[in-house]
């Protein structure tokens, strides 16, 4: 069974990210809308904490394309965003004091940018799905195939863009490490830039309709049928 150790190893992966219009947010400070200037270590625990008590439990892999600045980038954890990791997203039906089982969960964007953690749609109906569909929060393990946060330099960092080629070759060897970490025999693709991404790596995932721009029915539906086969 891996130990602890290959976590930190697998973090140190993530420190060399991208030059240009792609954020870091476990080894950089968003100088803007952090809280503090200890922003990136909280996310850097927070998303250690949550592979750690997934290693060896998740029977599901959930890999979308790129990082949000609704979610990850302030959480450090992908797909998962603010409100969901502090227990204030009422249609994930998750509290704080069970988010983690060995820390507490804490935010890092400024309060005043908003009041309550930013909410992202994408986070909400793929946690808020699963849940329903009977899978407890270790059974499943999300990850990006891009696993930085790209945004639009024109728009700054509350904004997302899709990665370019480069960029997404460039998260190819976090992916391949990821899937090391998470040998689930159960892969699942959010969209199609995922799905490439996997099988350039030679995965063959369950591709499911990503439930952002209208997707949200379509993905509930493909995600059911998948996942009534698991448990």
């Known amino acids: 069974m891996m130990s602890s150790k290959a976590i930190d190893d697998f973090l140190q992966l993530l420190r060399t990210s991208p030059a240009g219009a792609v954020f870091n947010p476990w080894w950089r400070v968003d100088q803007e809308n952090d ?11 927070q998303l250690r904490a ?42 994930v039906e998750i509290e704080a004091t069970r988010f983690f089982q060995t820390i507490t969960p804490h935010r890092t964007s400024k309060p005043k940018k908003c009041r309550d953690g930013f909410s992202e749609p994408t986070a909400t ?29 024109r728009h700054g960092m509350l904004s997302n863009r899709m990665p370019n080629e480069s960029e997404r070759s460039a998260g190819m060897p976090v992916l391949k490490a990821f899937l090391k970490l998470f040998p689930c025999k159960q892969v699942v693709a959010l969209g199609k830039i995922a799905a490439a991404q996997l099988e350039e790596l030679g995965v063959d995932p369950y ?25």
């Open 35 to 45: 809280i503090s200037r200890n922003a990136p270590q909280i996310r850097r625990k």
């Open 50 to 91: 949550y592979l750690c008590e997934r290693l060896g439990k998740a029977r599901l892999a959930v890999i979308g394309e790129a990082l949000g600045y609704r979610g990850g980038h302030f959480t450090g954890i992908p797909m998962t965003s603010e409100r969901i990791l502090l227990g204030r997203n009422k249609e």
């Open 207 to 231: 591709y499911v309709r990503h439930p952002a721009s209208s997707g949200a029915k379509l993905f509930r539906q493909q995600i059911a049928a998948f996942v009534s086969a698991l448990i």
């Open 125 to 153: 109906i793929v946690w808020s799905t699963l849940g329903q569909l009977g899978l407890k929060p270790q059974q499943f393990v999300l990850w990006n195939a891009f696993p930085w946060h790209s945004f639009d330099p």
